[in-house]
């Protein structure tokens, strides 16, 4: 087990990926729990904003996984084959987006459309602020770069 968190440690691109993972379910929890505490002042339904923040982080959370295996496919492609690669990768990944924020629209007694769009935005949050998530990982694994 800890040769296979080196093995993710040790490569940049794994690293990285890791790192957007990590804050998109940091950001989102810390999303339910303020969530949670709104819910005391103000009377909303909480089920379908929480169902919504954990639908946004499953996209939110695909969309990282899905752009790091696209990109390491047309890594080893020609120009014209990784172009295609990464156009048809980015359309995949804007169609599941928005084919779950429909859903949310269509079942809102289900799943909050803003509960989704907090989730998946944690994304955004995650990316900008990938090099102090970094310096915090980096605390407790050595890098081998």
Request: a positive charge.
């Amino acid at each position: 087990m800890k040769k296979r968190f080196m093995d993710v440690f040790s490569d940049k691109g794994k690293r990285t990926a890791f790192d957007l993972v990590a804050g998109i379910v940091l950001y989102d929890l810390s999303a339910l729990v303020i969530g949670a505490a709104v819910r005391l002042f103000f009377d909303f339904s909480y089920m379908p904003y929480a169902l919504g923040i954990m639908a946004g982080m499953a996209v939110a959370v695909f969309m990282v996984i899905h752009m790091y295996a696209v990109l390491e496919k047309a890594v080893l492609c020609d120009k014209k084959q990784a172009k295609t690669k990464t156009k048809l990768g980015a359309l995949l990944r804007m169609a599941v987006m928005v084919a779950v924020l429909i859903l949310s629209a269509l079942l809102p007694q289900f799943v909050s459309m803003l509960g989704v769009i907090i989730g998946i935005l944690a994304l955004k949050i995650a990316a900008l602020t990938q090099p102090l998530i970094d310096r915090f990982v980096s605390k407790f694994v050595k890098k081998e770069e």
